[in-house]
C-alpha cells in the first residue's frame, strides 16, 4: 500500500451537513422559497412546486421575520455548525495524526450551500471524503435532500462514503443524556415527564414512502431513556413530534398535546430535543417561548428544557467516531446501529438491493 492508502498521509475532506438559515431579516424569503422550492418538502413537479414555493414564502416572511427577531434577526445554526466543525477536526487530528483533516459545512437551502462547498473540497483535494449529515436519524426531507444534490454536484477528487445516520451512537446518547440530566436535577424533587421532542413529518412518507424516520426517533428516545433510567415509555417519559404544518396528518402525539396533557396528570416537563444538534429557530423560539407560553397556559410547572448538544465533548467524539470508522469502506452505511426494519428509502438497504 502507499502512504495515501494507509492511515498516515491523506488529506480528508468531511462534509457536514445542516438545514441552514437566514444570517439576516432580508435573507429569510429566500431561504424560504428554497426550503419550500426543494422536492422533497414538496413532491409535486417543479413546474407546480416553483410556483408555490414562491407562494409560501412571501405570505411566511413577515411571520417567520419576527421569529428571527427573537434571535437578533437572524439564525444561529452557522454559527454553531462551525463551531462543531472546529471541534471535529480537533478530535480528528488527535484520532489522525499523519493525516490532513478538514470539516467542511454544507448546509441545504442557505448560504454555504451545495455548489459553493463541493468547490471548496474540490480545491482541497482529498483523498478521502466522509459526507456526515447532522441529522442524527435518517429522513428523506433532510439527510437524502443533502445527500442527493451532494452527489449531483460534486465533481472533483476523492474516494467518497457516507455515514447515513446514527441514532443511536454512544456519544450522541451520552451527551443527549447529559443534558437531560442536568434539567432533571434542576426540577428537583417536583415531578416532571421528560417529553422527547422530534421535528415531525407527514406519516404518508413513512406508510407510502418507506422513511425510516420515526423508527430511528423511537431507537434514539428508547436509547436516552435506558442510559437515564427512566423505564418504560409512558408517565416518566414519551415521544413527541413538534413544528406541524399543513393539511396532512402528521406524525404524533403533537408535542404542544403532550405538554397539555403532562398539566392534566399535575406533572412539569423536561422537554428535550432530540432530532436537533444545535439551537435554532425550532429550539429557540418553538421552544422555549412558543410552547413555554403553552406550558404555563396548561399549569405545566416547571417547564425546563435540554439543551441541544452543540460541541459537547461526548457528542464531538461521537461524530469523530463516525469518521474514523467510515473512512475504511466506500458506500452508505450507519454509525451504529441503523435501520431495524426493511424501509424502502434506507440507504443502505437500498444499495444491497441494487448489488
Known amino acids: 500500500m502507499t502512504q495515501t492508502e494507509t492511515s498516515g498521509g491523506r488529506r480528508i475532506a468531511v462534509v457536514l451537513f445542516n438545514l441552514g438559515g437566514p444570517d439576516g431579516p432580508e435573507d429569510v424569503k429566500p431561504f424560504l422559497f428554497n426550503l419550500f422550492n426543494d422536492p422533497a418538502i414538496i413532491g ?139 434539567k432533571l436535577a434542576e426540577a428537583g424533587d417536583r415531578p416532571v415527564r421528560v417529553l422527547m421532542s422530534a421535528h415531525g413529518i407527514p406519516e404518508t412518507l413513512v406508510t407510502k414512502k418507506g422513511d425510516p424516520y420515526q423508527e430511528q426517533v423511537e431507537a434514539t428516545c428508547a436509547a436516552v431513556a435506558e442510559r437515564l433510567e427512566l423505564g418504560p415509555r409512558g ?11 399543513g393539511p396532512l396528518k402528521w406524525l404524533g402525539p403533537a408535542t404542544p398535546e403532550a405538554i397539555v396533557r403532562a398539566g392534566e396528570d399535575g406533572l412539569g416537563v423536561v422537554l428535550a430535543p432530540v ?45 469523530a467516531e463516525a469518521v474514523v470508522e467510515a473512512l475504511p469502506r466506500l458506500g452508505s452505511a450507519p454509525h451504529g446501529p441503523g435501520c431495524q426494519g426493511r424501509w424502502k428509502a434506507c440507504p443502505r438497504q437500498n444499495a444491497r438491493r441494487a448489488a
Open 44 to 182: 409535486l413537479p417543479g413546474i407546480v412546486r416553483t410556483p408555490l414555493a414562491r407562494l409560501i414564502s412571501s405570505r411566511r416572511e413577515a411571520e417567520a421575520q419576527a421569529n428571527y427577531d427573537v434571535m437578533g434577526g437572524g439564525s444561529p445554526l452557522l454559527p454553531g455548525t462551525r463551531a462543531q466543525a472546529v471541534a471535529l477536526e480537533a478530535a480528528l487530528a488527535r484520532c489522525l495524526p499523519g493525516d490532513e483533516c478538514r470539516a467542511f459545512v454544507c448546509m441545504r437551502y442557505w448560504r454555504p450551500m451545495t455548489a459553493e462547498v463541493a468547490s471548496e473540497v474540490a480545491a482541497f483535494a482529498p483523498d478521502e471524503i466522509v459526507l456526515l449529515p447532522l441529522y442524527p436519524q435518517f429522513s428523506t426531507t433532510t439527510s437524502d435532500s443533502s445527500l442527493k444534490l451532494w452527489n449531483r454536484t460534486y465533481a472533483g477528487p476523492g474516494r467518497t462514503r457516507t455515514v447515513c445516520c446514527w441514532p443511536r451512537a454512544k456519544g450522541w446518547i451520552a451527551a443527549q443524556a447529559e443534558a437531560i440530566r442536568s
Open 275 to 319: 432530532a436537533f444538534v444545535s439551537e435554532h429557530i425550532e429550539t429557540l423560539v418553538e421552544l422555549d417561548v412558543e410552547y413555554a407560553e403553552l406550558a404555563h397556559e396548561a399549569g405545566v410547572s416547571p417547564y425546563l428544557r435540554a439543551a441541544a448538544v452543540g460541541a459537547a465533548p461526548d457528542f464531538i467524539a461521537a461524530l
Open 235 to 245: 408517565d416518566r417519559w414519551d415521544i413527541c413530534y413538534q413544528s406541524r404544518v
